[in-house]
């Protein structure tokens, strides 16, 4: 089985700070997948923040982090990331990765991912 674990979260970041979260496939099953990262607010609906193919030469952004997110992936360690520059207040929430087996490396929907992370908590300060 694919168990994927995001690692980077847990602090507390001021506006204007950076931050860059680990996704790690840890198996046992390491199958080719495209990833994407979500974000879920208290209160609010999980949404797309952003995706990549398998290969890595294929991204896309949210409207919301374009220009301050990227995402990106090391195959050989089984790991994806996401770099989040010029934090904003908005940017708080539990972020999830997932892992699509059609690697499509565009999906946007929650029920197009086939597994997921734990999440991991980013608290952005005023």
């Known amino acids: 089985q694919v168990q994927l674990v995001e690692s980077g979260g847990g602090g507390l970041v001021q506006a204007g700070g950076s931050l860059r979260l680990s996704c790690e496939n840890i198996?046992?099953?390491?199958?080719?997948?495209?990833m994407g990262w979500f974000r879920q607010a208290p209160g609010k609906e999980r949404e797309w923040v952003a995706a990549?193919?398998?290969?890595?030469?294929?991204?896309y952004y949210s409207d919301s982090v374009k220009g301050r997110f990227t995402i990106s992936r090391d195959n050989a360690k089984n790991t994806v990331y996401l770099q989040m520059n010029s934090l904003k207040p908005e940017d708080t929430a539990v972020y999830y990765c997932a892992g699509e087996s059609r690697k499509t490396g565009w999906a946007r929907l929650q029920n197009e991912y086939d597994y997921w992370g734990q999440g991991t908590q980013v608290t952005v300060s005023s």
């Open positions: 990549i193919s398998w290969s890595g030469g294929r991204t």
């Open positions: 198996g046992p099953s390491f199958p080719s997948l495209a």
